[in-house]
């Protein structure tokens, strides 16, 4: 199956999408679902960012910056070099200046270029109720998800069974969702969001209201001294990530910018991820050189509560559940279990290429949250409530853009005062146009906690390790390009699966080579030395072992014409520790693309052929989805994949997306397992969703 693989991959080299839009958006969302390697996630706001920009394009004449760092493909050197030649030499008069930019090369010119433009007229920060209903936007979202195959879980069982029972689903096996929306370019937002997830119940039962989600906000950005403020579901972003973050951030990819956070203080939540916003009141306040974040915000979270007998009328709170899935009886008892307080305040300075910001954040809940104490969780947060505060820095000196934030959280606990500090510095250093480099270290007590963070990190969480990472990014020719990063990095604590101090490296080699506009071809090596329990324990002392990672990857892309492109991939990794027999795993995707310009239908289509040896080889891979939905799935065992997604704009206003895919499994009679297991080795999903636009 191997060799069939790697045959037909090179049978049909030689084809890929083009710099559009579309693959600069794919591109973003790729680089945090490699890092993340989950099915699960929803970066709605990273999309609308880039699609807003798109449509509205920044005006260069009349940025301060802030709008550029959101595009997520500048550097703070890049931005600010921009920024310095306007000051210098005047107005730009035309888009071709950008290539006198000391710091900007050809390729970062071609990624902006969508989302720029130069003019005279300044942007109009007084808006009046007349223009925001005759420009503003008005869209509604509708969109079904069904399942095809019948999953363990919905199966017809008697009401006893169903209610004594955490096997079994309440509610059907469909996916719902809407969303309403009204904007006025990035200056106001209002809307509402609803979804039902597979195996929840829908105006019946635990959910009488209809859908199990439901998030709306009102948001206004632009005026002179409130610069944003927003009431209902918002997201805030302060400095590196490790105080409070709402939201998802780039990872360690191959283009080293992406270490540094660019933080969005404060904007509308528009997602359906159940965990991560936060819902009550804020304002961005704004004098001179000075910027003050309030927020506030009060909502319920799932979590398990249990009673101590001993004491009448106590409860306290044993595990937080972030999956916001309310199927089973068990996954319904905790549904708003807990009511979590956040309250915080962020002031900002800036002046020329020199930013500081001061954060404090209270959390709390309403019932003692007390996990059971483990060996690698006894540093973990418990209690009623706790406090951070953090200071951040940015500063561009020449071409060093110097970054970073130090953090440190406190709470006290049966009159134990627990707490821990947690670290970043970093700078990313611009040489010239074709060469730049960046370094970052990072310290993070294993007794530092915030629920709200994205830190950089290797564990997936701001706590409990020390790391030191360098990256470096060359223009070799006009042709010719490389990408590469290493990272060291050590766990001074336990962590789950790992009963001892533990250490590891990832290191990363990307060469690019792209002749023209239309073609691109690039191989990319990763290593990865993580480690684990051994799987020979006696069930006495667990030894630690090495678990070594490798892939590699060969990408080949041309643009045939104008409305046609291809995009070809093979990846092979293999999986070496001493405790088990060495695992590898290949795969092999296809994609089509069909954009004619003169008819209103556009048509992608995947074909993949994979072969592991075990779900600790799986590979992930982005998929072209509706707008708005994201599917990054995990490819493993041997089978092969396939998808169709075609759009179809019609009458002006609307939008019609239907998707079909497909997993076909060779070596499997079953997927899956428990209330999800599949009988037989199929595995299907579709999506319909209508875009209504006005």
Do not use: C
Not at 119 to 143: P, S, V, Y
Not at 155 to 177: F, I, P, T
Not at 378 to 403: A, C, E, H, P, T
């Amino acid at each position: 199956m191997k060799v069939v693989v790697a045959i037909f991959f090179f049978l049909t080299i030689g084809f890929v999408f083009g710099q559009d839009k579309g693959e600069i958006i794919q591109q973003r969302i790729e680089f945090i679902s490699e890092q993340l390697q989950s099915e699960e996630i929803d970066l709605t706001n990273i999309v609308e960012q880039l699609e807003y920009f798109y449509e509205s394009k920044i005006n260069l004449n009349t940025t301060n910056g802030e709008d550029l760092e959101q595009l997520y493909l500048l550097t703070q050197v890049q931005i600010n070099d921009l920024l310095l030649h306007r000051k210098a030499f005047g107005k730009y008069i035309t888009i071709y200046e950008l290539q006198s930019l000391k710091y900007w090369d050809l390729t970062t010119i071609q990624l902006v270029l969508p989302f720029v433009r130069v003019d005279d007229k300044l942007d109009n920060l007084h808006i009046t109720f007349k223009e925001a209903m005759k420009e503003g936007k008005f869209e509604l979202f509708l969109r079904y998800q069904p399942t095809f195959q019948q999953k363990q879980g919905y199966q017809k069982v008697s009401d006893s069974l169903l209610q004594n029972s955490n096997n079994y689903y309440y509610g059907n096996s469909d996916r719902y969702y809407t969303r309403f929306r009204y904007t006025y370019k990035s200056n106001i937002s209002v809307g509402f969001t609803g979804e039902k997830d597979p195996g929840e119940q829908f105006f019946k039962g635990s959910q009488k209201n209809g859908f199990d989600f439901y998030s709306a906000h009102a948001f206004f950005k632009g005026g002179k001294y409130i610069s944003a403020a927003v009431v209902g579901d918002y997201q805030v972003q302060v400095g590196q990530g490790l105080n409070i973050w709402s939201s998802y951030a780039f990872g360690k990819t191959a283009d080293i910018a992406t270490m540094k956070r660019t933080a969005n203080p404060l904007k509308a939540y528009t997602s359906v991820d159940e965990a991560r916003f936060l819902r009550g009141a804020a304002v961005d306040l704004s004098y001179g050189n000075f910027d003050l974040l309030l927020f506030a915000s009060r909502k319920k979270v799932d979590a398990a509560v249990i009673e101590d007998s001993t004491l009448e009328d106590l409860e306290f709170i044993s595990t937080i559940d972030l999956s916001g899935l309310h199927r089973t009886n068990r996954e319904i008892a905790k549904m708003n279990g807990l009511t979590e307080s956040i309250a915080g305040a962020n002031l900002r300075y800036a002046f020329g290429g020199l930013k500081l910001g001061g954060t404090f954040v209270y959390q709390g809940y309403d019932k003692d949250f007390v996990k059971d104490i483990r060996n690698h969780n006894q540093f973990d947060f418990r209690g009623r409530s706790m406090v951070s505060g953090s200071f951040d820095y940015s500063y561009v000196l020449k071409n060093i853009n110097f970054f970073g934030e130090v953090s440190r959280n406190y709470n006290n606990y049966q009159n134990q005062k627990m707490g821990g500090l947690a670290m970043v510095h970093g700078a990313l250093i611009s040489l010239d146009s074709r060469a730049s480099i960046g370094i970052l270290y990072r310290n993070y007590d294993r007794a530092y906690n915030t629920f709200y963070n994205a830190g950089f990190s290797e564990g997936g969480n701001t706590q409990n390790e020390k790391g030191l990472y360098a990256g470096l990014k060359l223009k070799l020719n006009s042709k010719w390009s490389l990408n590469g990063y290493a990272d060291i990095f050590q766990f001074p604590w336990m962590k789950y699966l790992v009963d001892a101090p533990s250490f590891g490296h990832e290191f990363l080699i990307q060469p690019v080579y792209k002749p023209n506009k239309i073609f691109e071809i690039y191989g990319r090596f990763r290593q990865q030395v993580r480690q684990r329990n051994s799987r020979d324990s006696d069930g006495t002392v667990t030894e630690i072992e090495d678990v070594l990672q490798r892939n590699y990857r060969f990408n080949l892309s041309y643009t045939v014409n104008e409305f046609f492109t291809l995009k070809s991939r093979i990846e092979y990794v293999t999986l070496n520790r001493k405790s088990n027999k060495p695992e590898d795993g290949i795969m092999f995707t296809q994609d089509f693309v069909f954009r004619p310009k003169s008819f209103p239908l556009d048509i992608a289509l995947r074909y993949a052929l994979f072969d592991t040896d075990s779900y600790d080889t799986r590979m992930y891979s982005f998929e072209n989805n509706a707008l708005y939905v994201f599917a990054v799935p995990a490819y493993y065992y041997q089978g092969s994949r396939a998808y169709i997604l075609v759009r179809y704009s019609f009458a002006r206003h609307f939008d019609l997306w239907v998707r079909y895919g497909e997993f076909l499994y060779n070596n499997r009679s079953t997927i899956s397992s428990g209330a999800e297991e599949i009988k037989g080795s199929r595995k299907s999903d579709f999506v319909v969703q209508l875009r209504m636009s006005f």
